[in-house]
Protein backbone atom coordinates (compact mmCIF):
# COMPACT_ATOMS: atom_id res chain seq x y z
CA UNK A 1 0.00 0.00 0.00
CA UNK A 2 1.39 3.56 -1.26
CA UNK A 3 2.21 5.81 1.92
CA UNK A 4 0.98 8.20 -0.79
CA UNK A 5 -2.78 9.05 -1.12
CA UNK A 6 -3.07 12.47 -3.20
CA UNK A 7 -0.97 13.40 -5.58
CA UNK A 8 -0.43 16.25 -8.28
CA UNK A 9 1.57 16.81 -11.17
CA UNK A 10 2.39 20.19 -12.62
CA UNK A 11 -1.58 21.58 -12.78
CA UNK A 12 -2.34 24.14 -14.65
CA UNK A 13 -5.88 25.59 -15.10
CA UNK A 14 -6.25 28.45 -17.75
CA UNK A 15 -9.74 30.47 -17.85
CA UNK A 16 -11.03 32.95 -20.98
CA UNK A 17 -12.79 36.00 -18.87
CA UNK A 18 -16.50 36.12 -20.70
CA UNK A 19 -16.18 39.70 -22.04
CA UNK A 20 -12.65 39.80 -22.65
CA UNK A 21 -11.58 36.75 -23.67
CA UNK A 22 -8.48 37.41 -22.69
CA UNK A 23 -6.59 34.05 -20.94
CA UNK A 24 -6.03 34.06 -17.00
CA UNK A 25 -3.58 31.44 -15.86
CA UNK A 26 -5.39 30.62 -12.46
CA UNK A 27 -2.85 28.29 -11.46
CA UNK A 28 0.97 27.50 -13.54
CA UNK A 29 2.55 24.38 -12.33
CA UNK A 30 1.50 23.31 -8.71
CA UNK A 31 2.99 19.44 -8.06
CA UNK A 32 2.32 18.01 -4.30
CA UNK A 33 2.29 15.14 -2.52
CA UNK A 34 0.04 14.57 0.73
CA UNK A 35 1.02 11.17 2.82
CA UNK A 36 -1.03 8.78 4.37
CA UNK A 37 -2.35 10.31 8.18
CA UNK A 38 -0.79 13.49 7.77
CA UNK A 39 -2.67 17.12 7.92
CA UNK A 40 -1.58 19.12 5.27
CA UNK A 41 -1.90 22.87 4.98
CA UNK A 42 -2.49 24.46 1.60
CA UNK A 43 -1.58 28.28 2.02
CA UNK A 44 -1.62 31.15 -0.36
CA UNK A 45 -2.87 34.75 -0.27
CA UNK A 46 -6.08 35.94 -2.00
CA UNK A 47 -5.84 34.78 -5.59
CA UNK A 48 -3.04 32.39 -5.67
CA UNK A 49 -5.44 29.20 -7.01
CA UNK A 50 -5.74 27.17 -3.56
CA UNK A 51 -9.72 27.04 -4.50
CA UNK A 52 -8.93 26.39 -8.33
CA UNK A 53 -6.75 24.09 -7.18
CA UNK A 54 -8.79 21.87 -4.72
CA UNK A 55 -11.77 22.30 -7.43
CA UNK A 56 -9.28 20.24 -10.08
CA UNK A 57 -8.26 17.60 -7.26
CA UNK A 58 -11.77 17.12 -6.15
CA UNK A 59 -12.71 16.61 -10.46
CA UNK A 60 -15.12 19.63 -10.06
CA UNK A 61 -13.05 21.31 -12.79
CA UNK A 62 -11.21 19.50 -15.55
CA UNK A 63 -7.49 20.76 -15.86
CA UNK A 64 -5.83 22.92 -18.25
CA UNK A 65 -2.56 20.79 -17.67
CA UNK A 66 -1.08 18.18 -15.44
CA UNK A 67 -2.53 15.24 -13.44
CA UNK A 68 -3.90 14.55 -10.02
CA UNK A 69 -4.67 10.98 -8.62
CA UNK A 70 -6.31 10.15 -5.32
CA UNK A 71 -5.34 6.68 -3.52
CA UNK A 72 -3.80 5.64 -6.91
CA UNK A 73 -6.69 6.87 -9.21
CA UNK A 74 -7.11 9.13 -11.81
CA UNK A 75 -9.33 12.26 -11.53
CA UNK A 76 -12.19 12.44 -12.07
CA UNK A 77 -13.34 9.14 -10.55
CA UNK A 78 -16.75 9.57 -9.00
CA UNK A 79 -16.02 5.78 -7.10
CA UNK A 80 -12.70 7.52 -5.39
CA UNK A 81 -14.88 10.50 -4.18
CA UNK A 82 -16.63 8.34 -2.36
CA UNK A 83 -13.91 7.92 0.24
CA UNK A 84 -13.00 11.78 0.27
CA UNK A 85 -15.00 14.31 2.71
CA UNK A 86 -15.04 17.53 1.12
CA UNK A 87 -16.28 20.87 2.26
CA UNK A 88 -16.12 24.11 -0.17
CA UNK A 89 -15.34 27.07 0.65
CA UNK A 90 -18.64 28.18 0.88
CA UNK A 91 -21.08 25.65 1.41
CA UNK A 92 -24.62 25.75 0.08
CA UNK A 93 -26.77 24.46 2.56
CA UNK A 94 -30.48 23.73 1.46
CA UNK A 95 -32.18 26.63 3.59
CA UNK A 96 -35.72 24.65 4.49
CA UNK A 97 -33.80 21.51 5.44
CA UNK A 98 -33.23 20.37 9.02
CA UNK A 99 -29.28 19.58 9.96
CA UNK A 100 -30.70 16.04 10.34
CA UNK A 101 -32.22 15.69 6.88
CA UNK A 102 -29.05 17.41 4.96
CA UNK A 103 -26.79 15.40 6.63
CA UNK A 104 -28.87 12.10 6.31
CA UNK A 105 -28.66 13.54 2.07
CA UNK A 106 -25.26 13.66 2.27
CA UNK A 107 -24.80 10.18 3.85
CA UNK A 108 -27.01 8.45 1.58
CA UNK A 109 -25.14 9.86 -1.44
CA UNK A 110 -22.08 8.70 -0.15
CA UNK A 111 -23.64 5.03 0.21
CA UNK A 112 -24.80 4.91 3.51
CA UNK A 113 -28.65 3.00 4.65
CA UNK A 114 -30.71 2.14 7.04
CA UNK A 115 -29.95 2.38 10.90
CA UNK A 116 -26.05 2.92 10.13
CA UNK A 117 -27.23 6.35 8.52
CA UNK A 118 -28.95 7.21 11.15
CA UNK A 119 -26.81 6.55 13.68
CA UNK A 120 -23.50 8.03 12.23
CA UNK A 121 -26.08 11.00 11.65
CA UNK A 122 -26.78 11.68 14.89
CA UNK A 123 -22.93 11.12 16.02
CA UNK A 124 -21.86 13.55 13.58
CA UNK A 125 -24.42 16.29 14.58
CA UNK A 126 -23.67 15.86 17.96
CA UNK A 127 -19.39 15.71 17.58
CA UNK A 128 -19.49 19.29 15.31
CA UNK A 129 -22.07 20.81 17.62
CA UNK A 130 -25.49 21.19 16.30
CA UNK A 131 -27.30 18.39 18.23
CA UNK A 132 -29.19 20.52 20.70
CA UNK A 133 -30.57 22.39 17.00
CA UNK A 134 -30.45 18.90 14.50
CA UNK A 135 -34.04 19.43 13.64
CA UNK A 136 -34.33 23.85 12.63
CA UNK A 137 -34.49 24.69 9.39
CA UNK A 138 -30.48 25.53 8.45
CA UNK A 139 -32.13 29.11 6.93
CA UNK A 140 -32.86 30.44 10.51
CA UNK A 141 -28.83 29.34 11.78
CA UNK A 142 -26.04 31.63 11.81
CA UNK A 143 -22.56 31.89 9.16
CA UNK A 144 -20.85 29.66 12.00
CA UNK A 145 -23.82 26.90 12.81
CA UNK A 146 -24.45 26.47 9.02
CA UNK A 147 -20.24 25.41 8.07
CA UNK A 148 -20.60 23.48 10.93
CA UNK A 149 -23.28 21.53 9.10
CA UNK A 150 -21.59 21.25 6.10
CA UNK A 151 -18.24 20.15 8.17
CA UNK A 152 -20.94 17.22 9.85
CA UNK A 153 -21.95 16.37 5.80
CA UNK A 154 -17.97 16.16 4.87
CA UNK A 155 -17.20 13.69 7.84
CA UNK A 156 -20.92 11.29 8.03
CA UNK A 157 -19.56 8.68 5.70
CA UNK A 158 -16.38 8.52 7.78
CA UNK A 159 -13.80 9.00 4.80
CA UNK A 160 -10.10 8.20 5.15
CA UNK A 161 -9.28 11.20 2.95
CA UNK A 162 -10.65 14.87 4.04
CA UNK A 163 -10.42 17.86 1.83
CA UNK A 164 -11.65 20.90 2.99
CA UNK A 165 -10.85 24.30 1.95
CA UNK A 166 -11.65 27.18 4.72
CA UNK A 167 -13.27 25.12 7.43
CA UNK A 168 -12.13 27.84 10.00
CA UNK A 169 -14.41 30.04 8.32
CA UNK A 170 -17.57 32.11 9.86
CA UNK A 171 -16.33 30.14 13.20
CA UNK A 172 -16.41 32.13 16.41
CA UNK A 173 -12.74 31.39 18.52
CA UNK A 174 -14.53 28.16 20.38
CA UNK A 175 -15.64 27.03 17.05
CA UNK A 176 -11.92 27.18 15.71
CA UNK A 177 -10.78 25.15 18.33
CA UNK A 178 -13.83 22.42 17.80
CA UNK A 179 -12.55 21.95 14.39
CA UNK A 180 -9.05 22.60 15.27
CA UNK A 181 -9.77 19.46 17.93
CA UNK A 182 -12.00 17.48 15.55
CA UNK A 183 -9.16 17.46 12.68
CA UNK A 184 -6.60 16.42 15.23
CA UNK A 185 -8.91 13.54 16.11
CA UNK A 186 -9.09 12.71 12.73
CA UNK A 187 -5.45 12.37 12.04
CA UNK A 188 -5.13 9.97 15.01
CA UNK A 189 -8.09 7.83 13.17
CA UNK A 190 -5.45 7.44 10.49
CA UNK A 191 -6.82 9.27 8.47
CA UNK A 192 -5.29 12.47 6.16
CA UNK A 193 -5.99 15.67 6.24
CA UNK A 194 -5.92 18.07 3.43
CA UNK A 195 -7.28 21.72 4.09
CA UNK A 196 -6.89 25.41 3.23
CA UNK A 197 -7.00 28.26 5.46
CA UNK A 198 -6.07 31.84 6.12
CA UNK A 199 -5.87 31.55 9.92
CA UNK A 200 -1.63 30.91 10.00
CA UNK A 201 -2.03 29.93 14.03
CA UNK A 202 -4.12 27.37 13.22
CA UNK A 203 -2.73 25.74 10.42
CA UNK A 204 1.32 26.32 12.50
CA UNK A 205 -0.68 24.38 15.33
CA UNK A 206 -2.38 21.71 13.35
CA UNK A 207 -0.40 20.85 10.41
CA UNK A 208 2.92 18.22 9.13
CA UNK A 209 3.75 19.86 6.29
CA UNK A 210 2.25 22.87 4.51
CA UNK A 211 2.54 24.30 0.61
CA UNK A 212 2.47 28.14 0.11
CA UNK A 213 0.72 29.45 -3.34
CA UNK A 214 1.69 32.74 -5.25
CA UNK A 215 0.22 33.07 -8.47
CA UNK A 216 -0.22 29.61 -9.32
CA UNK A 217 2.76 28.78 -8.08
CA UNK A 218 4.20 26.55 -5.08
CA UNK A 219 7.17 28.88 -3.31
CA UNK A 220 7.71 26.46 -0.96
CA UNK A 221 6.54 23.43 0.44
CA UNK A 222 7.83 21.13 3.44
CA UNK A 223 7.66 19.76 6.81
CA UNK A 224 6.66 22.73 9.24
CA UNK A 225 9.55 21.81 11.61
CA UNK A 226 12.11 21.95 8.65
CA UNK A 227 10.96 25.32 6.96
CA UNK A 228 10.56 27.21 10.31
CA UNK A 229 14.34 26.15 11.50
CA UNK A 230 16.05 27.50 8.26
CA UNK A 231 16.96 30.39 8.72
CA UNK A 232 19.86 32.11 11.26
CA UNK A 233 18.99 32.60 14.64
CA UNK A 234 17.30 35.53 15.43
CA UNK A 235 16.58 38.01 18.43
CA UNK A 236 15.41 40.73 19.93
CA UNK A 237 17.17 42.59 22.35
CA UNK A 238 15.60 45.51 24.03
CA UNK A 239 18.34 48.79 25.45
CA UNK A 240 17.72 51.32 28.64
CA UNK A 241 19.82 54.40 28.51
CA UNK A 242 21.09 53.95 24.88
CA UNK A 243 22.09 57.64 23.78
CA UNK A 244 20.91 59.03 20.02
CA UNK A 245 24.81 58.11 18.87
CA UNK A 246 24.49 54.71 19.93
CA UNK A 247 21.14 53.46 18.17
CA UNK A 248 22.74 55.45 14.62
CA UNK A 249 25.81 52.81 15.03
CA UNK A 250 23.65 50.06 15.97
CA UNK A 251 20.71 50.24 13.15
CA UNK A 252 23.14 49.05 10.46
CA UNK A 253 23.44 45.71 12.68
CA UNK A 254 19.69 45.11 12.70
CA UNK A 255 17.54 43.85 10.45
CA UNK A 256 14.61 46.67 12.50
CA UNK A 257 14.70 48.59 15.40
CA UNK A 258 12.72 51.09 17.27
CA UNK A 259 11.58 53.25 20.55
CA UNK A 260 9.32 51.18 22.78
CA UNK A 261 9.05 54.07 25.41
CA UNK A 262 12.10 54.77 26.55
CA UNK A 263 13.54 51.47 25.53
CA UNK A 264 15.01 50.91 22.45
CA UNK A 265 14.16 47.32 20.40
CA UNK A 266 16.29 45.73 17.97
CA UNK A 267 15.75 42.62 15.87
CA UNK A 268 18.46 40.74 14.87
CA UNK A 269 20.47 38.24 12.69
CA UNK A 270 23.19 35.72 13.85
CA UNK A 271 25.70 35.32 16.92
CA UNK A 272 27.80 37.70 15.24
CA UNK A 273 25.42 40.80 15.23
CA UNK A 274 24.14 39.68 18.65
CA UNK A 275 27.90 39.72 19.93
CA UNK A 276 28.53 43.18 18.57
CA UNK A 277 25.45 44.77 19.82
CA UNK A 278 25.91 43.98 23.26
CA UNK A 279 29.43 44.53 23.44
CA UNK A 280 28.61 48.26 22.18
CA UNK A 281 25.72 48.86 24.33
CA UNK A 282 28.17 47.88 27.47
CA UNK A 283 31.24 50.28 26.50
CA UNK A 284 28.09 52.84 25.85
CA UNK A 285 27.11 52.68 29.20
CA UNK A 286 23.78 51.09 28.33
CA UNK A 287 21.51 49.00 30.41
CA UNK A 288 20.71 45.33 28.78
CA UNK A 289 17.50 45.14 29.75
CA UNK A 290 16.94 41.45 28.05
CA UNK A 291 18.17 39.20 25.06
CA UNK A 292 15.51 37.31 23.81
CA UNK A 293 15.70 34.28 21.30
CA UNK A 294 12.48 34.68 18.30
CA UNK A 295 11.79 31.59 16.22
CA UNK A 296 10.00 32.44 13.19
CA UNK A 297 6.76 31.80 12.72
CA UNK A 298 4.84 30.84 9.41
CA UNK A 299 3.23 34.40 9.40
CA UNK A 300 6.64 35.73 8.98
CA UNK A 301 7.44 32.31 6.54
CA UNK A 302 4.28 33.22 4.94
CA UNK A 303 4.57 37.33 4.76
CA UNK A 304 8.35 36.97 3.69
CA UNK A 305 7.76 34.16 0.74
CA UNK A 306 3.92 34.34 -0.60
CA UNK A 307 3.20 38.43 -0.76
Not at 275 to 284: G, P, S, V
Request: proline content about 5%; overall charge positive.
Amino acid sequence: MSDVVLVAESLGKTFRKPFSRRLVEAVRDVSIQVRRGEIFGFLGPNGAGKTTTIKMLTGLIAPTRGRAEILGVPIPSSDIMGQVGFLSEAPYVYPYLTPREFVTLCGRLSGLRGGELQRKTRLILERVGVADAMDRAVRTMSKGMLQRVAIGAALVHDPPILILDEPMSGLDPVGRKEVRDLILEEKQRGHTVFFSSHILSDVEMLCDRVCILRKGNVVISGAIRDLLSEDKRRSEVTLAGASQELRRSLEPLATSSRMAGEAFVIDLEGEVALRTIIERAIAAGARIESVAPKRETLEDLFVRRAL
